[in-house]
């Protein structure tokens, strides 16, 4: 018998008088995954959390935890525990104090809480500091103590609402590190959510993608990436370019060229060309050409923005090593075949 899911969330939905925040959400989250929520403002990302959590409860459908049914639960009567954007530390406490609160509320005293509060200090790297105050701390440690008083009741989910996002880039990419390490560590089940999709990708087990509170794709990373299952996840993860075309007999027309396609899709369709799939060379070379409109370094390589007569945006391009091609010259543009994924278009 293979185990409940550790989190299940069955037919969700969330309204705001005229918003629709949730619509119709189902989800299961298995036992120590790395979950992330993903997708633009606004898409209801922090209420699917907060329903979790016990914040909000539904307008209609189900939460389970642990395979408990905990719609109606408080929650304080729910195994888990919740990381903020901004951490909310006790001023009058220490670092110690504040992560021995969620211990106190539970009656665990003395010796006991002595040890799980260093304990926690150490999981997040944060040994001796327990007699800090929160104003002596950076940004970054800050959040470490958020995370030690999250998971020092060791809950069976931890809820994390874009924790990282009002970090320097640095210590964001720093704090991945070490989050993909606590997860590892603690074995708890973690929810994560972000607006970020480089973050997405690079702490996730799976993704759950999100457009205007609806569910449009939950998959790895890497299947996402390469299998978006639609347009706006093609282009909200890794930024493809998503190009209106027509297929036909193993190949797509666009903006009057031809191009093979392996795929095997017909009629209107959307072409999605990641942009480091898309080779560039300098002058009038092939039938695809376009005017460069922007080029930025990137330290590896650099990133072009073509403009191509006949296509509503400009191409995106990543292309590694060499020499800038000036804005404004002519450049011809090609894909490989293999790397052309087509998903059918609505006309
Ligand atoms: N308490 C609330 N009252 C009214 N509308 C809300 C409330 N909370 C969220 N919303 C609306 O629900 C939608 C989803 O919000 P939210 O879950 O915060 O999105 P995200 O976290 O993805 O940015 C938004 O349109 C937001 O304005
Ligand atoms: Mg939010």
């Known amino acids: 018998m293979t185990p409940a899911p550790r989190v299940q969330i069955e037919e969700v939905t969330q309204r705001y008088g005229p918003v629709t925040a949730l619509a119709a959400v189902s989800l299961e989250i298995a036992d120590g995954e790395l979950l992330t929520l993903l997708g633009p403002s606004g898409c209801g990302k922090t209420t699917l959390l907060r329903a979790v959590a016990g914040f ?24 888990v525990n919740m990381v903020f954007q901004r951490p909310t530390l006790f001023p009058h406490l220490d670092v110690a104090g504040n992560v021995a609160f969620g211990l106190r509320v539970a009656g665990v005293t003395g010796a006991e809480q002595t040890r799980r509060v260093t304990e926690a200090l150490s999981l997040v790297r944060l040994d001796g500091y327990g007699d800090r105050r929160a104003h002596e701390l950076s940004g970054g440690q800050m959040q470490r103590v958020a995370l ?6 060791r809950p069976q989910v931890l809820l994390l609402d874009e924790p990282l996002s009002a970090l320097d880039l640095k210590i964001r990419l720093e704090m991945e590190v070490e989050l993909r390490r606590v997860h590892r560590e603690t074995g708890a089940t973690f929810v994560y959510v972000t607006h970020d999709q480089r973050e997405a990708l690079a702490l996730s087990d799976r993704i759950a993608v999100f ?6 794709q939950v998959d790895t990373p890497h299947d996402i990436y390469r299998r978006p299952a639609s347009p706006f996840a093609a282009r909200f993860v890794g930024d493809a370019n998503v190009i209106a075309a ?34 560039v060379q300098p002058g009038p070379a092939g039938p695809l050409v376009g005017t460069v409109a922007d080029v930025a370094f990137r330290g ?48």
Request: glycine share 14%; net charge neutral; proline share 8%.
């Open 56 to 79: 909000i409860r539904p307008t209609t459908g189900r939460v389970l935890i642990g395979g408990v049914d905990m719609t109606r639960v408080p929650p304080h009567r729910r195994p």
């Open 148 to 153: 030690a008083r999250a998971l020092v009741n």
């Open 211 to 216: 457009d205007e509170g609806r569910l449009v």
């Open 246 to 279: 027509d297929a036909a007999g193993g190949g797509v027309t666009v903006a009057g060229v031809r191009i093979p396609v392996a795929a095997g899709h017909e009629g209107p369709a959307w072409l999605v060309l990641r942009p480091e799939v898309v080779g």
């Open 300 to 347: 590896t390589g650099f990133t072009y923005r073509i403009d191509v007569a006949g296509l509503a945006e400009a191409v995106k391009a990543e292309v590694s090593g060499g020499t800038p091609i000036e804005v404004g010259q002519t450049v011809t543009l090609s894909v490989d075949p293999a790397s052309c994924l087509l998903l059918p278009r609505e006309e």
